[in-house]
Structure formats: C-alpha cells, structure tokens
C-alpha cells in the first residue's frame, strides 16, 4: 500500500496548515546553511573533521532520496517536500555535538548551544542528536512548529535517532509521526548501506570511523575498533538474535561495529525501502565482509552463516 493510502492524514493536515512548496523551499534552504554553519567552527585538525566534511553532504544526499524515493512512497509534491524537510534536518544535531566534542559554540548560537549542553552533556552517544537537531530546527520552521505537521515533523526527528525503533507511544499516539519517523530512518539506512563498500574496503574510511567512535579508547592505544578476525563482545554474535541491535559503544572490534552496521537492515520500517537496500547489495557487502573477516574465528563464522542462511532463503549471501 502507498504511504499516503496508508496515512492519509498527512494531505489533510499539510493542506489545513498552510504550508506551501515555497515555504519548504526556503525552509530546506535555511537547513542546508545550518549545516554549513554548524560545520564552520569545527577545525579541520580536530577528530570530528569527518562530520564537518560529511554531515552537510548526507544532509544533501538524504533530500535527493526523497525525491528518487517520491513515486515509490506515492508522494504528492508537497508532502514529498514536507518529508525531504524532515530527512535533510535529522542530523543537525550531529552538528551541535561535533562543536560540543571539540569544545567550539559558532557565534549566535548561545541558547540553542548552553540548552545542549545543559541538557545533554557530550558523551559520545548517537541516540541523543535527535534532540538537538530539534534544538537547531525549531527557529528555522518559526510558527509551523506550532502546526500539527509541524509537531509530527519535529517528533519525527527527535526520535528518529534511537537504535530501537521507536514506538507509537513514544510519538504521543500519532500514527503520523512514527511513519514519517520511519521514513526518516529508512531513507537514512539506505544511504548508510550504499556506502558498504567504503566501510567495508576503504583503510582510510576504517581508520576515520576508529577515530570517531572510540576516541576516548584509541587516546590509550588499546586497540579497539580494529580488525581483530572476530566478533568482540562475542555474545554479540554468539548469543543474541541477527535481528536485535547491539550497542555501538561496546563493539571492541571492527568487525563487531561492522555486525552493528548489518543488523540496520532489520529495522527498516516499510519493506519496500528494505527491498531497496538489498537490491542495491550493500547489505551482502557487509555480510560477504564479516565472513571473510571470521575465517581465523571458524565457530563465529559457522554460527553467523547459519544465520544469514535462514534469512529470507539467504538473500543475504552472494
């Protein structure tokens, strides 16, 4: 079924509201000068440069999903327009903690900064940027937040950076902010597996994503996130379900970070996008790479292959 046969809301609401194409356009232009803005103060010799050089260009990637993505949904141009708004938006807060990690606050954004930094300490936690890309959001959208689509679209970001899907309750009982939650995150799992290769491949990529998640851990030199030939935790594998996320903080190896990479593809919120995922194949360069990785660890890789086996009659192995 098309997401607007589904939700059908969302063309009522959006034409109650007033919200017009041009008022996204200037909504979306606005997003993307925050980002180059947000990205300004972070020096380039720091360890959060790749946010700096990479988040503005996602957010720009995530708007032309949308687009690619309009028909597939069954989007109408406004509601395609209101959505990219959402999908453009989500990492604002990505911004506000590479700042916060390097210890730089861009001129003009005290408030937005001191309630981030008040409220939600640096600690290395990516759950917590939704958060704070509403922080950065709410100026630019002004009296629409007050709208109902607005408050679907501020949810939908604030939730969209959980690691569990998020739940009808946690989005007030609104069945249209976690759909357009789901969006958000479909879309943005699509982008992350179309780099698979660059994650999997790339020893400068390996080295950038070392750098980034296990900053506090690398400053000691104790190995973590490097290619160890094993799953480490390896209850990880060994005792959890390939469908259950694990947490990105406590991966001590890569190729542990890498099974937290995979297991994206079974929080897809519409089949459809996960479809998408797989038929562009960067899921089964992330499987056919930990595979590969597990041969020195043969009772890790024995029991991950019987996993990817049972999954969909192997559509995970190629």
């Not at 109650?16 to 947000?38: H, N, P, R």
């Not at 594998?237 to 542990?256: F, G, H, N, V, W």
């Not at 919120?269 to 194949?281: N, Y």
């Not at 360069?285 to 292959?305: F, I, M, S």
Request: glycine share 8%; proline share 4%; aromatic share 10%.
């Amino acid at each position: 079924m098309k997401f607007t046969e589904q939700y059908p809301g969302f063309e009522r609401v959006l034409a109650s509201s007033g919200l017009t194409v041009d008022d996204c356009e200037v909504f979306q232009k606005e997003v993307f000068a925050m980002y180059d803005t947000l990205a300004e103060s972070i020096p380039m010799e720091s360890a959060s440069k790749h946010w700096k050089l990479v988040k503005p260009a996602h957010a720009r990637e995530a708007f032309q999903e949308v687009n690619t993505f309009a028909n597939l949904l069954g989007l109408s141009p406004l509601l395609a327009h209101y959505v990219a708004i959402a999908c453009s938006a989500h990492d604002l807060g990505r911004m506000v903690q590479a700042n916060k990690r390097v210890g730089t606050k861009p001129a003009g954004f005290d408030v937005i900064f001191d309630d981030a930094y008040r409220e939600i300490p640096y600690d290395d936690s990516d759950e917590r940027h939704g958060y704070e890309s509403v922080l950065v959001l709410r100026p630019i959208l002004g009296a629409f937040c007050e709208t109902e689509a607005g408050r679907w679209l501020l949810d939908a970001v604030l939730h969209h950076s959980l690691k569990a899907n998020p739940t009808l309750e946690m989005c007030g009982g609104s069945e249209e902010s976690l759909a357009l939650c789901g969006i958000v995150r479909d879309i943005d799992k699509v982008l992350g597996f179309q780099e698979a290769a660059d994650y999997t491949g790339n020893p400068e990529r390996k080295a950038k994503e070392r750098l980034q998640n296990w900053l506090k851990q690398t400053e000691t030199d104790l190995g973590w996130g490097t290619e160890l030939g094993r799953i480490d935790p390896a209850a990880f594998l060994m005792a959890t379900p390939l469908e259950q996320p694990i947490d990105r903080q406590k991966c001590r190896s890569y190729e542990a970070y890498m099974l937290q990479f995979l297991k994206w593809l079974f929080g897809f919120a519409r089949t459809e996008m996960q479809d998408v995922a797989l038929h562009e194949g960067g899921p089964q360069t992330v499987a056919g790479y930990l595979l590969k990785q597990l041969e020195a660890t043969p009772d890790q890789r024995a029991h991950l292959l019987a996993m990817l086996k049972s999954y969909r009659g192997g559509a995970l192995l190629r």
